[in-house]
Every structure is written in structure tokens, then in C-alpha cells.
């Protein structure tokens, strides 16, 4: 696939270029940004070709509009941190392919930057009809003269500001999906061992594809979370009213003894922090995984469980990380996804290459208090990650090698 640095070494300056960024950052209730990871994460590419005369235009999405105008989800708040990581002030238009953004586009001169409003607010942009999806992107490509595809947390979505425009217009691969690509294809293609896998987060459904891929390539997986009790119920526990996927766990248990079979490692809690609500309030106590009561929920592994996992991490050279082992939002159960963290930046320190997946991983391991340099990447993207790791082909990055 052809790159930004193809697209700069040919000349850009004086040319609109259309960069489909990520910066869907979390905000709080005074819309003020409480993780600029995926802001930081885009500046590189946009800065490439600002300095190179560009007339750079960033377009990207915020949360989950209907393809309607919602304030709570303006890029507006971006714009700031976005003008500082830059260096230089970004001009901002209030629509994506209306009279704002003609205006603002029209008036950019070389190397300037403009963002505009969240792609959402048009419904043509996640459309699953062709025809409309296609009428959007045509607006979008008025724009410009070139396409830099650099949002890898929407590569796996089929979506005007993704796909569509990459057919209407000369397209690159920015700086920001050639590394996760390089990243992930170290994952699957030839790992360094010992590999391991660690999984968390709430839904086991939503790991399942990647676990049957991933048993071809790693050495163990280690599985936390929510998603750890459907597999413990699958070996007879007893789970509580913790979070539980019965139509899923007849095929956690086949997993299990398919595991045991290939020679892969499945390493489960061995005991659990549990308390009788989702509450930081609750009494909260430890007991084995098999002996949660009835009447309590886990809501994060236990001590003897963090100091396991974090075992099966220390002697490996690849590991690769998604999904909290808790409510780490809530102090109480916060200590195990702390014990995970903590062992893949001792494992980056010792050499290993060390991959945070992307969504409430990423954002984990900023609020607890570790630094991007801890660990060798951590992804923009934690469903695009997921997804290729299920051995699947993402139309934003397989429309580039056209």
C-alpha cells in the first residue's frame, strides 16, 4: 500500500489532503478531554504534512450520533489540544461537508490545518446503504485532492470517511495504521515466545472468535474480567450473581478441553474479590473462584490471581493485552488490571514486545497512573485490534492495498 511518505515525497505543498484521523476521546460531564491518547497518537501524521505545505483537513468521528447534529458529541473541545500537540492554531468547521467546511477548506493556505464537525452527524457516513454511503463520500472527496487513511480504531467498519473515499480519491496509509498493522502482524505472524495473551472486559461473546484464532498462535491465554466467569462456570463453579454468559458457557467449555488438546495454557482466576453490589460502597471480601457465594458478584481478581497472571507474563517475550481484569473505574477493584499493567511494563523492560489493545485497556492504564512508554505499543484501536487478531479482513486497511 502506498504511504504518507509517498504522498509527501511526490510534493504537497498547495494540495488539500483529507486525513481520516481517530480522535474519538472520552470527555467529561464539562467536556473537558480526560484522555488525549488517540489525539497524540494522530498528530505525527498531520504534522508530516502540514510542514511539507500541505492543506491538511481532519475529519473524524466523537461517540455514537444517530447521523443528526448532537452538541454533546462536537468535536469542538478537540480543537485546543489538538492546536497545542500541533504547535499551530486549527481553523474549525461547525459542518463536515456543508457551507462551513467548504468556506473554511477554500480559505486554508499551505500547511495549515482545519478540522471539521464529528462525521456522524451525517447519516450517509455509517450508512449500510451503498447508494447513501457512497453520495457522502462524493461530498467529502470534493474536498481534496488526496486520502491519508490514518484512524486505525475504524479500519474494521465499512464507512464513508473509511472505505468509500479511498476509491474516489488517491489514498495513503498514514504513519498511525502502518504501525498498528506492523504491530499486529508481529502478533500473529511469527511471535517471539513464550506469547502470551491476557483477556478481560465484561462480554465473553465478544472474545470468543478471537480466542479460537488466537489458540493457533499462543502459548497461553490468560483470561480475567468479566468474561472469566462464563469459563469458570464452564469448569461447575459456582458464580454468583457475578456477570455471566450462560448461552456461552457449553462453548467455554469446549474451549477448555480444545485448549488442553492443542498444548495451550488457559490460565483462569484462581480466587476473586467479590462484593453483594456494583459498588464502591459495599463490603468487599476475598474468596477461591470456586467458592463465590449466591448471594456476591466478582468484580475483580484476587491477590493470589493478579501475582499468577502476573507469572505467566514474566518469562514471555510477545504478550498482548485486552480487556480490564475488574471495575477498575472503582478503587476496590482496581488492583488487579493494576497487577497486569504492571507486569507488561516490567516484561517491556526486560525486552519483551508488549501490546495494550486499545479501548478500556488503554484508558486503564492511563488512569492508574502508567506511562505510553511503559509498555512497546498501545493501540489506537481495541475492536479494529480484536478483530484483525480473529483472523479478519478490515475493509479500511484492505481498500488501501488496491
Known amino acids: 500500500m502506498k504511504t504518507t511518505e509517498d504522498l509527501i515525497a511526490a510534493g504537497v505543498a498547495g494540495k488539500r489532503v483529507l486525513v481520516r484521523s481517530d480522535l474519538n476521546v472520552p470527555l467529561d ?3 473537558n478531554i480526560t484522555d488525549d491518547g488517540r489525539v497524540r497518537a494522530s498528530v505525527p501524521t498531520i504534522k508530516a504534512l502540514s510542514d511539507a505545505g500541505a492543506r491538511v483537513i481532519v475529519v473524524a468521528h466523537l461517540g455514537r450520533p444517530k447521523g443528526t447534529p448532537e452538541e454533546k458529541y462536537s468535536l469542538a473541545p478537540v480543537v485546543p489540544r489538538l492546536s497545542e500537540l500541533l504547535g499551530t492554531q486549527v481553523v474549525f468547521a461547525g459542518d463536515t461537508v456543508g457551507e462551513q467546511a467548504a468556506s473554511v477548506v477554500a480559505g486554508l493556505t499551505d500547511g495549515q490545518v482545519a478540522l471539521l464537525e464529528n462525521l456522524r452527524f451525517n447519516a450517509g457516513e455509517t450508512s449500510k446503504d451503498e447508494a447513501e454511503r457512497g453520495a457522502f463520500a462524493d461530498e467529502l472527496a470534493k474536498l481534496a485532492d488526496a486520502f491519508v487513511s490514518d484512524g486505525f480504531g475504524v479500519v474494521h467498519r465499512k464507512q464513508a470517511s473509511v472505505y468509500d473515499v479511498a476509491t474516489r480519491l488517491p489514498a495513503y496509509a498514514g504513519g498511525l495504521v502502518l504501525r498498528e498493522v506492523d504491530v499486529l502482524r508481529r502478533l500473529t505472524e511469527d511471535p517471539e515466545r513464550p506469547y502470551a495473551v491476557v483477556l478481560g472486559g465484561a462480554k465473553v461473546a465478544d472474545k470468543l472468535a478471537v480466542i479460537e484464532n488466537l489458540m493457533k498462535t499462543a502459548d497461553r491465554l490468560v483470561i480475567g474480567g468479566g468474561m472469566a466467569y462464563t469459563f469458570l462456570a464452564a469448569k461447575g463453579y459456582e458464580v454468583g450473581k457475578s456477570l455471566l454468559d450462560t448461552e456461552k458457557i457449553e462453548t467455554c467449555a469446549g474451549f477448555l478441553k480444545k485448549a488442553e488438546d492443542a498444548g495451550v495454557e488457559i490460565v483462569l482466576p484462581i480466587d476473586t474479590v467479590i462484593s453483594p453490589e456494583f459498588s464502591a460502597d459495599g463490603p468487599v471480601s476475598v474468596v477461591p473462584s470456586n467458592e463465590i457465594p449466591a448471594s456476591q458478584m466478582g468484580l475483580d481478581i ?3 490471581s493478579a501475582r499468577l497472571f502476573a507469572s505467566k507474563v514474566a518469562d514471555c517475550k510477545t504478550v498482548f493485552w485486552n480487556g480490564p481484569m475488574g471495575a477498575f473505574e472503582m478503587a476496590p477493584f482496581s488492583a488487579g488490571t493494576k497487577a497486569v499493567a504492571q507486569a507488561l511494563a516490567d516484561a517491556t523492560a526486560a525486552g519483551a514486545l508488549t501490546v ?15 506511562a505510553d512508554a511503559d509498555f512497546g505499543h498501545i493501540s489506537t484501536g481495541g475492536g479494529a485490534s480484536l478483530e ?3 483472523g479478519k479482513i478490515l475493509p479500511g486497511i484492505d481498500i488501501l492495498s488496491k
Open 356 to 370: 495494550v489493545g486499545g479501548g478500556d485497556s488503554a484508558a486503564a492504564v492511563r488512569q492508574l497512573g502508567f
Open 29 to 31: 460531564a464539562d467536556r
Open 302 to 304: 484476587g491477590p493470589e
Open 388 to 390: 484483525y487478531l480473529e
